[in-house]
């Protein structure tokens, strides 16, 4: 008896109308059989079950036109759905049966060589399936349309593009975490056997990882599909605070590092020959330099406060709410904003400490360009943040309480301007 379950799995639109292609879906056997249920499969032919399990296919219209794939966004909500409540949970099952199928066999393994195979041929069929489910349902998801050019998806909810084009690139992941899996274990067998497990520690050990990393990017992958545009506002702003304070500490120990010696003992001692003028001048370079490194550490500083106040007032949901029908064109120039604003920190930095290119000229160049970043982003973010939380209905005796943020903003904005120019000064 010959088992034909490990066909490939083959989605294509066969309708020219998107709403009923994208429900189309054709599940074709191979026409050749891959193995005998009662036969062993030679090792030799693991790369190529490798290939045909992680390869699928897809053949869409010709005609088919990705934003009109993409205003159908009950299906691609569907789709979702399906990947968050079915899709990927199976994927995790069948990871975790694939490896314990290897890492964890059956005592008397030499007496039955062929129990493996088959048991691993059962779960790949499955597994084959799965993954052209999800292969599909994100190429529906995300039909793959520039950022943009999508202004109309203000009430599309979990179905923006600023969430579906992050999907497709979290999904495209775990789909390759999952044929590193497969290889491993293909290669391993190949190379030692049907016993490996049990013989090689070292491989087990491997396979066990990558297991790991599977299972940890599914999680990761449903946590994502769970999150609501706030959440994922926060999450950036979070990560854009540890980008500044990885600054910062790269920063401290770079003024901190031990001078050579060499260096310091000739410095010290022409100064001292030369007498008591060059004495002053040394003094001076020393107090400018000192006047930078407090300058630098300042606006590492302020720019962290300014995106820990951000942050407060995205998770003060007493006083303030997020607006619900921002497109993906506002959501993405908001993004961008915050990241140039703690990328120009980083560059900063990069460029102080010499790490980006050994061209004096380039790092001053590059500095500039950090400092016209910064001067400018932070009153561009605050008038975003401005449009993007409203104020929650406040008593008609107390002022809104957004009115406090304005006042905060003028207040650190003049300090800000103030340690900039410090800084060019003594820069």
Same mark, same amino acid.
């Given at each position: 008896?010959?088992?034909?379950?490990?066909?490939?799995y @083959?989605?294509?639109?066969? %309708?020219?109308?998107?709403?009923?292609?994208m429900?189309?879906?054709?599940?074709?056997?191979?026409?050749?059989?891959?193995?005998?249920?009662?036969?062993?499969?030679?090792?030799?032919?693991?790369?190529?079950?490798?290939?045909?399990?992680?390869?699928?296919?897809?053949?869409r219209h010709?005609?088919? &036109?990705?934003?009109?794939?993409?205003?159908?966004?009950?299906?691609?909500?569907?789709?979702?759905?399906?990947?968050?409540?079915?899709?990927?949970?199976?994927?995790?099952?069948?990871?975790?049966?694939l490896?314990?199928?290897?890492?964890?066999?059956?005592? &008397?393994?030499?007496?039955?060589?062929?129990?493996?195979?088959?048991?691993?041929?059962?779960?790949?069929?499955?597994?084959?399936?799965?993954?052209?489910?999800?292969?599909?349902?994100?190429?529906c998801? &995300?039909?793959?349309?520039e950022?943009?050019?999508?202004?109309?998806?203000?009430?599309?909810?979990?179905?923006?593009?600023f969430?579906?084009?992050?999907?497709?690139?979290?999904?495209?992941?775990?789909?390759?975490?999952?044929?590193?899996?497969l290889?491993?274990?293909?290669?391993?067998?190949?190379?030692?056997g049907?016993?490996?497990a049990?013989?090689?520690?070292?491989?087990?050990?491997?396979?066990?990882?990558?297991?790991?990393?599977?299972? &940890?990017?599914?999680?990761?992958?449903?946590?994502?599909?769970?999150?609501?545009e706030?959440?994922?506002?926060?999450?950036?702003?979070?990560?854009?605070?540890?980008?500044?304070?990885?600054?910062?500490?790269?920063?401290?120990?770079?003024?901190?590092?031990?001078?050579?010696? %060499?260096?310091?003992?000739?410095?010290?001692?022409?100064? !001292?020959?030369?007498?008591?003028?060059?004495?002053?001048?040394?003094?001076?370079?020393?107090r400018?330099?000192?006047?930078?490194?407090?300058?630098?550490?300042?606006?590492?500083?302020?720019?962290?406060?300014?995106?820990?106040?951000?942050?407060?007032? %995205?998770?003060?949901?007493?006083n303030?709410?997020?607006? @619900?029908?921002?497109?993906?064109?506002?959501?993405?120039?908001?993004?961008?904003?915050?990241?140039t604003?703690?990328?120009?920190?980083?560059?900063?930095?990069?460029?102080?400490?010499?790490?980006?290119t050994?061209?004096?000229?380039?790092?001053i160049m590059t500095?500039?360009?950090?400092?016209?970043?910064?001067?400018?982003?932070?009153?561009?973010?605050?008038?975003?943040?401005?449009?993007?939380?409203?104020?929650?209905?406040?008593?008609?005796?107390?002022?809104?309480?957004?009115i406090? !943020?304005?006042?905060?903003? !003028?207040?650190?904005?003049?300090?800000?301007?103030?340690?900039?120019?410090?800084?060019?000064?003594?820069?």
């Amino acid at each position: 008896m010959y088992n034909h379950s490990l066909g490939v799995y @083959t989605q294509f639109y066969k %309708s020219d109308n998107p709403s009923v292609a994208m429900k189309q879906s054709f599940y074709r056997p191979m026409e050749t059989p891959l193995v005998k249920t009662n036969a062993i499969l030679p090792t030799t032919l693991w790369p190529n079950l490798i290939v045909a399990t992680a390869l699928h296919p897809w053949r869409r219209h010709k005609d088919s &036109d990705p934003l009109v794939i993409f205003n159908q966004v009950e299906i691609r909500a569907e789709l979702s759905d399906q990947l968050r409540s079915k899709r990927l949970p199976s994927l995790k099952r069948q990871v975790i049966a694939l490896s314990n199928a290897f890492v964890c066999p059956p005592s &008397d393994i030499e007496n039955k060589p062929g129990y493996i195979l088959n048991l691993v041929i059962k779960i790949l069929s499955k597994l084959d399936v799965t993954l052209g489910k999800i292969k599909f349902a994100i190429a529906c998801i &995300d039909p793959g349309l520039e950022s943009k050019e999508v202004k109309h998806d203000n009430e599309f909810g979990q179905a923006k593009h600023f969430v579906c084009s992050r999907l497709g690139l979290i999904t495209s992941m775990v789909t390759g975490h999952v044929c590193e899996l497969l290889a491993a274990c293909g290669s391993s067998m190949e190379e030692f056997g049907y016993t490996f497990a049990v013989d090689q520690p070292r491989k087990k050990a491997e396979v066990l990882k990558i297991k790991e990393t599977c299972l &940890d990017s599914i999680n990761r992958t449903l946590e994502f599909l769970n999150k609501s545009e706030l959440s994922f506002m926060q999450d950036a702003l979070r990560a854009h605070i540890e980008m500044v304070n990885a600054a910062h500490k790269k920063f401290i120990k770079f003024i901190n590092r031990p001078a050579p010696k %060499s260096a310091t003992a000739t410095r010290r001692l022409t100064c !001292y020959l030369n007498g008591t003028r060059n004495r002053r001048a040394e003094i001076g370079k020393l107090r400018n330099q000192t006047y930078s490194t407090l300058s630098v550490i300042a606006t590492i500083r302020l720019t962290r406060l300014f995106l820990e106040k951000m942050l407060k007032i %995205s998770t003060d949901t007493k006083n303030f709410k997020m607006v @619900t029908n921002l497109s993906s064109s506002e959501i993405f120039k908001f993004a961008g904003m915050t990241t140039t604003l703690s990328e120009s920190i980083e560059r900063l930095i990069q460029a102080i400490c010499g790490e980006i290119t050994q061209d004096q000229l380039q790092d001053i160049m590059t500095i500039h360009r950090a400092n016209a970043h910064l001067q400018c982003d932070p009153k561009r973010i605050f008038f975003a943040i401005n449009h993007i939380f409203v104020s929650v209905d406040h008593q008609v005796e107390q002022p809104p309480h957004k009115i406090y !943020y304005k006042n905060w903003f !003028y207040e650190w904005n003049k300090l800000h301007w103030m340690v900039r120019q410090k800084f060019i000064d003594s820069f």
